[in-house]
């Protein structure tokens, strides 16, 4: 038994090993693709950093050169070689202080290219993925894809890349001038490799885990907030503050819990860095000691062996930080090429059939042997047959969970089915590009989201570039344009956000003045009634006879009023339609039609 779990052990450790590798490959592509238009950009720049560390690290040279030859030279009268020291000592010292800056400059400059490229990528790939990607990842995740994690990238480009390179180009200058300069006291350094190879390894294995958990940790924190600030309205309905509170809290500590983790790992490395580093400085300042009493060294050549050993550390604290950062910035890096290297699962055509021109006859959906499951254990279509010809109005009714939405979403072609096709006078829905279909079928949900912006630019949505005659046209149209003229500025009337300006009613009757404007082939209204109150659910009936006219329509509704204006109405339970026909004849039948108009005009009284 213990033999089994051993290999069970070992074979998930190979997974995770495998996946670890796989989305540092992932990450690399990514960085590689953002780093690629800026190569030549990179390229000066380094030769800067390349320059400007050498002029830094040229300095201990200078000051044994100065105490070896240019004192005794001085001695004996010559003070060229002393003035020559001290003149170069200053212009190398102020040439390394340009080339920092112009290096400073130049990585501002591509960490914001980078940064910019990276968030116009994460909002386009967020936008171009179906729905059903956004039905699973929720919106506080993608809100940390783009604060969080890019945050974690701004921090790494504006700073820990500047300090990697130029800490990493300082200590291989400063060991290579070590080393011309007395080879002995550079291998009295390369020893020093051996214990700082083995604390840095320990260091990235550590840490490597405890920043990936540090970034889903922050995440699981940004999600809490956003959900509970978005749905503030039911938390404080219902009470659930104090539940909150303690979800809230119980994630924060977990969050500072694995950040105290983290502080203890520096807590071990910088001292052992230190350490380190102190034990190479004293052990090249005793080795040289002996020399010099023995003549084999020059006392100005120990003092600048001693100021390399000690400058090679110095930068090590750097790299920790920006160890630190890596760390961080690469699990972010893992999160944001995940959401990039997504695909859609409602994707473009290879080869487009293009749809003809609206006319009429124009807007005929046919279901042909159409079966769907959002999962593989949850079919919501068994095997579904429909004809709607152009110009005809469906309404379907049925229980909660019928599969009426589903149907919807698959005729927008927000899902594709799992087997079988829908056409649009006979073009199958996945050979149509989204310009095509979006032209051709219109959704109007009950929630009837309006956009921050005036009323004509929400309106004008339906087809961009509309004039303000034809906007103010589809208004009147719906019965929207007397409201709209009574408010403060008419048209141009800020809704503020999501529409909070205007009421549900007002909301609704935007949006069928929208959907007007698109004038589409095929309109689909999910329950975009149900949320209105009797006299705004009269107010926008009659709007809907207007927007109904002269175009397919497939209406959803619980409230039986809006059935009425149907040609045909379906009754469907379990995905599947157990009646089918003309509202007046289904509701003289006993079916399960009549029961509900029954039970409906039984609640009117």
């Known amino acids: 038994m213990s033999t089994v779990t051993g290999v069970r052990g070992e074979d998930r450790r190979d997974f995770d090993r495998d996946e670890r590798k796989a989305l540092r490959r992932r990450s690399l592509r990514l960085l590689g693709s953002l780093l690629a238009p800026l190569k030549w950009r990179i390229a000066l720049t380094l030769l800067v950093v390349v320059v400007s560390t050498g002029l830094q690290v040229i300095g201990p040279a200078i000051i044994a050169f100065g105490i070896d030859t240019g004192l005794p030279a001085l001695v004996r009268g010559n003070a060229m070689p002393l003035g020559a020291a001290v003149v170069v000592y200053l212009v190398a010292g102020v040439g390394a202080g340009v080339m920092v800056a112009s290096y400073t400059v130049q990585t501002a400059r591509i960490a914001q290219a980078i940064l910019l490229d990276l968030r116009e990528r994460v909002f386009v790939q967020t936008q171009r993925l179906s729905l059903e990607f956004h039905e699973q990842y929720t919106s506080g995740r993608i809100i940390s894809r783009q604060t969080s994690d890019l945050e ?50 320990w260091f990235q294995r550590s840490s490597e885990t405890v920043f990936r958990a540090s970034r889903v940790a922050s995440a699981k924190l940004i999600v809490h907030f956003v959900e509970t600030m978005t749905g503030i309205r039911a938390v404080q309905a219902f009470r659930k503050e104090r539940r909150n509170d303690e979800d809230y809290g119980a994630l924060a500590e977990d969050y500072r819990a694995i950040n105290a983790r983290a502080i203890r790992l520096f807590a071990v490395l910088e001292p052992g860095l230190t350490l380190i580093g102190n034990l190479a400085v004293a052990a090249v300042l005793l080795f040289g000691a002996f020399r010099v009493l023995g003549g084999d060294l020059e006392i100005g050549a120990l003092l600048a062996a001693v100021l390399y050993t000690r400058r090679f550390f110095d930068p090590m604290e750097d790299v920790a930080t920006f160890y630190n950062s890596y760390s961080s910035a690469a699990a972010a890096l893992e999160k944001i090429s995940g959401v990039l290297e997504e695909r859609p699962t409602v994707p473009e055509p290879i080869r487009a059939v293009p749809l003809a021109k609206q006319g009429e006859g124009q807007g005929r959906v046919r279901f042909e042997e159409v079966r769907f499951a959002y999962r593989s254990d949850r079919e919501v279509l068994p095997r579904f047959d429909l004809d709607v010809p152009a110009g005809q109005t469906i309404a379907l009714v049925g229980s909660t969970g019928a ?104 909301r609704q009757l935007i949006s069928f003045a929208r959907a007007f404007l698109a004038d589409p082939a095929v309109l689909i209204l999910d329950e975009a009634t149900a949320s209105l109150d009797i006299p705004s659910e009269r107010l926008v009936q009659e709007a809907l006879q207007t927007l ?58």
């Open 152 to 201: 974690s990238m701004r921090e790494l480009l504006d700073g820990g890349i500047n300090e990697l390179v130029m800490s990493v180009l300082y200590m291989a200058f400063t060991f290579v001038a070590l080393a011309l300069l007395d080879w002995r006291s550079a291998v009295v350094l390369l020893c020093s490799f051996v214990p700082l190879f083995f604390l840095v390894r």
């Open 403 to 506: 599969g009426k939405s589903t149907l919807a979403k698959l005729i927008a072609r927000f899902y594709d089915p799992s087997d079988g096709r829908i056409t649009l006078d006979g073009v199958d829905l996945r050979d149509l590009t989204s310009a095509d279909l979006h032209r051709a079928i219109v959704m109007v949900t009950q929630e009837a989201y309006l956009f921050s912006g005036s009323v004509a630019d929400n309106i004008e949505l339906g087809r961009p570039g509309a004039t303000r005659d034809e906007i103010e046209a589809a208004a009147r149209a719906v019965g929207a344009d007397a409201f709209i003229r009574s408010l403060p500025h008419g048209y141009d009337t800020d809704v503020n956000k999501r529409g909070g300006r205007v009421s549900a009613g007002q």
């Open 548 to 605: 109904l006219a002269d175009r397919t329509a497939l209406i959803i509704a619980h409230r039986l009023s809006t059935v009425a204006i149907a040609d045909r109405v379906l009754v469907m339970e379990h995905g599947r339609i157990v009646e089918d026909g003309p509202p007046a004849d289904l509701i003289a039948g006993t079916g399960r039609f009549a029961a509900l108009h029954a039970a409906w005009r039984d609640s009117l009284v």
